[in-house]
């Protein structure tokens, strides 16, 4: 594995950018799941906790108004950050959610 393999790419669905120590997420909004548990697996992944045993994501914000604003945006992106088990969030209208370096364990 070359030490590329890991960096970010506009193309990637999942990917760790070393620069800023942060971990990418691309959610397709054509896919029947929800943004909501692209960010909870995500999460999962980047702290290595249990989906199940994590607190539930409508403890920390309203996830139905998440999707509903996120998918909402016409114009232009519209950015959501909050913490959420203890992890930096940041999701994006186009899909993008990014953990932050803090929460890895």
């Known amino acids: 594995m070359s030490s ?3 960096r970010l790419d506009e193309h990637d669905a ?3 950018d070393p620069a800023t120590r942060t971990h990418h997420h691309r959610h397709d909004w054509q896919d ?4 909501c ?3 909870v697996e995500t999460v999962s ?3 290595g906790t249990d989906p199940n045993s994590m607190e539930p994501l409508y403890s920390v914000l ?7 604003f996120l998918s909402s945006a016409r114009s232009g992106t519209v950015h959501v950050s909050f913490t959420f088990e203890e992890c930096t969030v940041t999701v994006a209208s186009d899909g993008t ?9």
Do not use: K
């Open 4 to 6: 590329n393999s890991n």
């Open 14 to 16: 999942d990917c760790y």
């Open 32 to 35: 029947s799941d929800s943004v």
């Open 37 to 39: 548990l692209a960010v």
């Open 45 to 47: 992944t980047v702290t």
């Open 62 to 68: 309203d996830a139905d108004a998440l999707e509903a």
């Open 97 to 105: 959610v990014v953990v932050g370096p803090e929460c890895e364990r």
